[in-house]
């Protein structure tokens, strides 16, 4: 029998990924829903390829030529945000939520309304909307699979086990292509050195995530949601061969973890074909060729995200999304030269100290906790 599938952000790094399983399973799948930010070409020849319903794009002014290259096709066409959410409310049996950023929540929220599976990869509508968006993924009996490797790895090793069990879930993270550099090089760091991952291909902005650690920091309060432990029963190690993808500690002293090789394809796939299994195309885990699993303590002094993320998890309230918003500003503005890659956690951290706002009750109060951390966030980076 085939499943429908929407993709939001189908023309990133996850979107090819899991575009690229799509294409080896075509016959199960229909295509209703592709987006893009704008991107507009690669959107149409995807659109086409796949038979999608419709192809949307947020940035409203890449439409006209989204349509031109759909036109004499009967794909349709929309842009802007509305367009995506509407998107999403089409009937879909799964939705990958794989658009980057806070731009990603409100369409991930429409698709969790339809009470069917969201592949979830957008790591940020989760931190920033938090207890709203798992209070809504239980008011519709949404099922919500975990993508980022290492949520899909804990999500494995949980299967068959009572989570009261639990007595650690360990995050493993690479450590990025900075682990080694110190507090002075690191302040050197330009944006190529920042997003060329060891071991991973992905977007830009996760990349430079990876460099700074935010990326884990966003990770555990993304964890902490979808894991309900207690923030005390969560750990981070740092694990460069990114083999083990992450680990949960039972309390017989039994530690199950997930292994596999590092390619988004793998916790995609358990996704799409959750609860069965699908073939993939990926490379086997060699363990003789790696040789050797090391693992060390995360260093807060060089890279204090995960500690700025750890302390907003506590903290609590719209802290999660303060410390989101201020990053992607703070990301972007890394990326266009603006800012230090050290400036990066300074901004954020200057970002949360200047307000606590209380704990957003809906949708509406998450994007204008958001909004408000942006605005903070660009005058805290003007007086870097
Ligand atoms: P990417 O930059 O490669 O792709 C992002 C996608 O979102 C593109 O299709 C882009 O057009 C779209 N997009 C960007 N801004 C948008 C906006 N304002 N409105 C609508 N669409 C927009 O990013 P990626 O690496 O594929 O990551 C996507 C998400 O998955 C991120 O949240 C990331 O943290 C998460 N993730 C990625 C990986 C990975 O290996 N790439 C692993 C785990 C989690
Ligand atoms: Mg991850």
Known sequence: MTRSISIFGATGSI???????????????DVVALSANCSAEKL????????????????ESCLAELREHLSGTSIETAGGEQALIEAAQRPADLTVAAIVGCAGLAPTMAAIEQGNTVALANKEALVSAGDVMTAKVARHGTTLLPVDSEHNAIFQ????????????????ASGGPLRAKTMAELEAVTPAQAVAHPN?????????DSATMFNKGLEFIEAHHLFPVGLDRLRIIVH????????VEYRDGSTLAQLGPSDMRVPIASALAHPRRMDTQC??????????LTFFAPDERRFPSTKLAREAAYAGGGAPAVLNAANEVAVAAFLA????FTDISAIVARTLDSYAPEAPGNLEAVLAVDTEARVRAKEMMEHA
């Open 15 to 29: 979107g090819d990924s899991t575009l690229d399983l799509i294409r080896d399973d075509r016959a199960n799948w």
């Open 44 to 59: 149409a020849r995807l659109a086409i390829e796949f038979d999608a319903q419709i192809a949307v794009v947020g940035d």
């Open 157 to 172: 090793c949980l299967q068959g086990n009572d989570i009261k069990d639990v007595s650690w879930i360990t995050l493993t």
């Open 200 to 208: 991973w291909d992905m977007g830009a902005k996760i990349s430079v």
């Open 240 to 247: 460069p061969q990114s083999v083990i993808h992450s680990m």
């Open 283 to 292: 490379k086997p885990l060699d363990l003789a060729s790696i040789g050797e």
């Open 337 to 340: 030269g603006q800012v230090k």
